[in-house]
């Protein structure tokens, strides 16, 4: 079963690049099984999907924060992060990292089977 | 951008009551669609996906149905842990996108 730690700061400055970790745990950040994802839920936009990140290594982002945001891997720490750069109140969020299976049979992907605990994050000066 | 339409966005029930939340596609998503619960202060718990597959641990007195643009998540007898807010998730075409949530509030 998939841990999933997260880690960073709680506030940042506006103007300035948030980042945050994910550290997975009962499995490989580089497994074929998985595909690793961000998302952050606000009161005003709800749950909202950030980016995701394929076993393949292609990344796919929101295209309303496309340009802001990158997401990697560091496979010697079995983490992956996401940046999201020239923030302003409106990032102010709880962000969440999660896993999605991928079965490889006729069931296709599982989303979102495991999360992180959820990183507060305000911006604000 | 598919957009994930909920109803009702509250709704007040009773231990052992049938609820059913419906969640409706701007246009079709096939059975790419997932149901999520969250709690306050937690992150959401996947319950369902693909419909109507019932993810491992979760209590069969949940249930999905649909196909294309509208879902519908059940649970057979509310019980008093089933009071939280639900979200379904399609998961057909990026930029993935959830409901805005239904909240299952004791009558």
């Known amino acids: 079963q998939l841990q999933l730690q997260q880690s960073g700061p709680g506030l940042v400055q506006p103007s300035e690049t948030l980042s945050l970790t994910c550290t997975v745990s009962g499995g490989s950040v580089s497994s074929t099984t998985y595909n690793w994802a961000w998302i952050r839920q606000s009161p005003g936009k709800g749950l909202e999907w950030i980016g995701s990140l394929h076993n393949s290594g292609t990344t796919y982002y929101n295209p309303s924060l496309k340009s802001r945001v990158t997401i990697s891997v560091d496979t010697s720490k079995n983490q992956f992060s996401l940046k999201v750069g020239s923030l302003t109140a409106a990032d102010t969020a709880l962000y969440y990292c999660?896993?999605?299976?991928?079965?490889?049979?006729?069931?296709?992907?599982?989303?979102?089977?495991?999360w992180g605990q959820g990183a507060l994050v305000a911006v604000s000066s | 951008d598919i957009q994930m339409t909920q109803s009702p966005s509250t709704l007040s029930a009773s231990v052992g009551d049938r609820v059913t939340i419906t969640c409706r596609a701007s246009?079709?998503?096939?059975?790419?669609l997932a149901w999520y619960q969250q709690k306050p202060g937690r992150a959401p718990k996947l319950l369902i996906y693909k419909v109507s597959s019932l993810e491992s641990g979760v209590s069969s007195r949940f249930s999905g149905s649909g196909s294309g643009t509208e879902f519908t998540l059940t649970i057979s007898s509310l019980q008093p842990e089933d009071f939280a807010t639900y979200y379904c998730q399609q998961y057909n075409t990026y930029p993935w996108t959830f409901g805005q949530g239904t909240k299952v509030e004791i009558k």
């Open positions: 999660a896993s999605i299976r991928v079965t490889g049979t006729s069931i296709g992907w599982i989303p979102y089977e495991y």
């Open positions: 246009q079709s998503i096939s059975s790419w």
